[in-house]
């Protein structure tokens, strides 16, 4: 599949890249396509929102990005851990969760495509039903990085931003792949479908790295990455 091609621009709000193993969560690549005049047959973004390493000299470590049609800023961007937010021009809003990438921005008179890659996987999270494992993995991310920020709150305040900006994404992925694992090993038996799932899906991905050690080298804990 062509990810850029002009046919499926003029369709298409937003695309993921297909997968690169049917087991894995999320998706290598997220193509945006914020049109100038609204084709009015799909979901039609306006503006994207997300966090990125810092490229102003007052921003510590991470900055928030809003990106629209008619982009003067610059074309490539590194994107960090959080949240994808897609806003169209009513009241709809279409999310999905990085763990770190690149963005490139390329601008038409009539379309701005917004195009990020990674190396860990993107995680759509429009589907919002009870049972969806990117929906809970994206969550329980959060809470996590959200420990962590808190912890360094007490420190060094701006040291989380940095060391966020400077992480690489497989790497973070792993390591929170790790993490929670420990902590849903010890849930209660007397757990919900949706957890279950959940904790399948966490031994699967651990086991799977478990077999497949970064250059021989321990998987470093979240703790000592953030």
């Known amino acids: 599949m062509q990810h850029n091609s002009q046919t499926d621009n003029d369709k298409l709000g937003f695309r993921f890249h297909p997968?690169?193993?049917?087991?894995?969560?999320?998706?290598?690549?997220?193509?945006?396509?914020?049109?100038?005049d609204p084709t009015g047959q799909h979901f039609d973004p306006e503006r994207v929102g997300l966090t990125i390493a810092a490229v102003t000299p007052q921003s510590a470590g991470t900055e928030h990005l809003s990106i629209h049609h008619g982009w003067h800023g610059l074309d490539h961007y590194t994107v960090c851990a959080s949240r994808i937010i897609l806003h169209d021009r009513g009241d709809k809003i279409v999310e999905a969760f990085t763990f770190g990438g690149e963005v490139h921005i390329t601008s038409e008179p009539g379309l701005t495509t917004v195009s990020l890659v990674s190396s860990a996987p993107i995680l759509n999270l429009v589907h919002k039903y009870p049972l969806s494992i990117p929906l809970r993995l994206a969550s329980e991310v959060e809470v996590l990085l959200a420990q962590r920020r808190a912890e360094w709150a007490q420190r060094d305040p701006a040291r989380f931003k940095l060391?966020?900006?400077?992480?690489?994404?497989?790497?973070?992925?792993?390591?929170?792949?790790?993490?929670?694992?420990?902590?849903?090993?010890?849930?209660?038996?007397?757990?919900?479908?949706?957890?279950?799932q959940f904790i399948h899906f966490l031994q699967g991905a651990v086991q799977e790295l478990k077999k497949a050690p970064v250059e021989g080298q321990a998987m470093p804990m979240l703790s000592e990455l953030l």
């Open 163 to 196: 060391l966020l900006a400077d992480v690489d994404p497989r790497t973070l992925y792993n390591s929170c792949l790790l993490a929670l694992s420990e902590r849903f090993a010890h849930f209660p038996k007397t757990r919900t479908e949706e957890i279950g």
């Open 19 to 36: 997968k690169l193993d049917p087991h894995d969560p999320g998706y290598p690549g997220l193509d945006i396509f914020l049109h100038a």
